[in-house]
């Protein structure tokens, strides 16, 4: 079954602590990216990657780091996480042949509820 | 950059008909897509229109006029499980960048 899969689902976890979620798909996808989800505010991109070791910024990328050394996998960093990355996160994937490249995303992992206190 | 805008909700009837607009700004277009996103659920791939027209899939339409900068998404016969929210996104092909609008909650009634 072709899926996107982030772990945790829940996290609380306090200010300063660093933190990884993961993020891993196998649709063999070339572009990936993580998105926070806000009331109000919508979905909004925090990093994206177009391939291995090929990474940059979204709209939001502070406070965060991302890494693609294989293929499949795209782990979300919070080094230092503050209460203003208490939000609900989204990974996202799609592929790049047929046009793939040129299209919004295709699939979502099922989110990760993160809570910094 | 880019900007979309929708409306923020709707209110239809269980069988009626809905259509939700967006319009968009942005500096290179190629294309316009829709998800549906339950409460508490991940958001899941309705359409894409990267021509002008209407795009049909079963009960759900899409169309795009890029000269207007401005498409739609009609759902006919509609269900209560239509209930969600829906969002308008559109790439930003020379970056790759993805933005999203900010949804529009979608209500059925009976």
């Known amino acids: 079954e072709a899926q996107v899969t982030q772990n945790p689902r829940y996290l609380i976890t306090v200010t300063g602590k660093k933190l990884t979620v993961t993020c891993s798909q196998n649709m063999n996808h070339e572009y990936m990216s993580w998105y926070r989800q806000d009331p109000g505010l919508g979905l909004r991109q925090i990093y994206y990657?177009?391939?291995?070791?090929?990474?940059d910024k979204g709209d939001v990328p502070e406070g965060y780091k991302v890494s693609r050394k294989e293929k499949r996998n795209f782990p979300l960093i919070l080094e230092s996480p503050s209460p203003n990355q208490t939000s609900l996160y989204f990974c996202a994937s799609r592929g790049g042949e047929g046009g793939g490249h040129l299209n919004t995303e295709a699939f979502f992992g099922q989110g990760t509820r993160l809570t910094v206190v | 950059g880019q900007s979309l805008e929708q409306p923020s909700e709707v209110t239809a009837v269980e069988g009626a008909i809905v259509q939700i607009n967006c319009t968009y700004q942005?500096?290179?277009?190629?294309?316009l897509s829709w998800y549906q996103q339950h409460d508490g659920g991940a958001p899941t791939f309705l359409s894409y229109?990267?021509?002008?027209g209407l795009e049909e899939t079963g009960r759900f339409s899409s169309f795009l006029s890029r000269s207007d900068s401005y498409g739609y998404l009609l759902l006919q016969e509609l269900q209560m499980k239509d209930s969600a929210s829906y969002f308008c996104a559109v790439l930003d092909g020379g970056y790759q960048k993805v933005t999203f609008g900010i949804g529009t909650k979608l209500q059925v009634i009976p």
């Open positions: 942005t500096s290179g277009f190629y294309g």
């Open positions: 990657s177009m391939n291995v070791e090929v990474t």
């Open positions: 229109n990267a021509l002008d």
